[in-house]
């Protein structure tokens, strides 16, 4: 529909991870003919001027505008993480802005929380993008901690579920496949 993710790991253990975005909802909303794919609406992730949000509420500055020949800001974060020079972790996801906490969340859960791979991949998630100041909660989260962020003077807000991780986790002679339980995600492997 806009972003889509696939993490792939083959039998030599040879991992792809890659994300591939047409940004908004069906892109441009066009189709070209003959062909059978969409247009993007990327230009939407370029700042059209300051302090002017984009579609996933991104401020830009003149870093970002746009100029001839030059690529816009993105957040997709296709990721591969290594273990003594092997991959490790093979992950993503689409979600805008949402991105990037949402794989920093992925990763900490499973390097820092030692979570098993489906609590790391399904376990409720915050977000924060320095504008708009508001910290973005899954309805799953604690509330023990909500409360605690509204008590340090965080303004908390409830949101539907956003992003949709892929996961693989290779580890002791074994790959685990996790997708999503957001989205329409699926695994597969023989
Ligand atoms: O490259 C980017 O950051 C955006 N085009 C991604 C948009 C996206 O993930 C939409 N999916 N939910």
Redesign the pocket.
Same mark, same amino acid.
């Given at each position: 529909m /806009? %972003?889509t993710h696939l993490s792939v790991v083959d039998a030599e253990g040879n991992a792809v991870s890659v994300t591939t %975005?047409l940004?908004g909802g069906y892109g441009s909303k066009v189709v070209v003919g003959g062909a059978g794919f969409l247009l993007n609406n /990327?230009m939407d992730?370029f700042s059209v001027k300051p302090g002017a949000p984009n579609m996933?509420g991104l401020l830009g500055t003149e870093a970002n505008a746009i100029v001839p020949g030059k690529r816009m800001l $993105? $957040?997709?974060t296709p990721t591969i993480v290594l273990r003594n020079g092997k991959p490790y972790l093979v992950t993503g996801t689409?979600?805008?802005s949402t991105?990037i906490t949402s794989l920093f969340q992925t990763l900490v859960n499973d390097i820092v929380f030692g979570l098993d791979a489906k609590a790391t991949v399904n376990a409720p998630k915050f977000h924060h993008q320095w504008w708009p100041d508001e910290v973005r909660i899954e309805k799953e989260f604690p509330d023990s901690t909500r409360i605690a962020l509204e008590r340090m003077g965080y303004t908390v807000k409830t949101g539907a579920p956003w992003s949709r991780t892929e996961l693989l986790r290779i580890a002791d002679g074994r790959i685990e496949a996790v997708g999503d339980w957001r989205g329409d995600d699926s695994v597969a492997g023989e």
């Amino acid at each position: 529909m /806009e %972003t889509t993710h696939l993490s792939v790991v083959d039998a030599e253990g040879n991992a792809v991870s890659v994300t591939t %975005t047409l940004n908004g909802g069906y892109g441009s909303k066009v189709v070209v003919g003959g062909a059978g794919f969409l247009l993007n609406n /990327e230009m939407d992730d370029f700042s059209v001027k300051p302090g002017a949000p984009n579609m996933y509420g991104l401020l830009g500055t003149e870093a970002n505008a746009i100029v001839p020949g030059k690529r816009m800001l $993105s $957040s997709m974060t296709p990721t591969i993480v290594l273990r003594n020079g092997k991959p490790y972790l093979v992950t993503g996801t689409p979600g805008g802005s949402t991105i990037i906490t949402s794989l920093f969340q992925t990763l900490v859960n499973d390097i820092v929380f030692g979570l098993d791979a489906k609590a790391t991949v399904n376990a409720p998630k915050f977000h924060h993008q320095w504008w708009p100041d508001e910290v973005r909660i899954e309805k799953e989260f604690p509330d023990s901690t909500r409360i605690a962020l509204e008590r340090m003077g965080y303004t908390v807000k409830t949101g539907a579920p956003w992003s949709r991780t892929e996961l693989l986790r290779i580890a002791d002679g074994r790959i685990e496949a996790v997708g999503d339980w957001r989205g329409d995600d699926s695994v597969a492997g023989e």
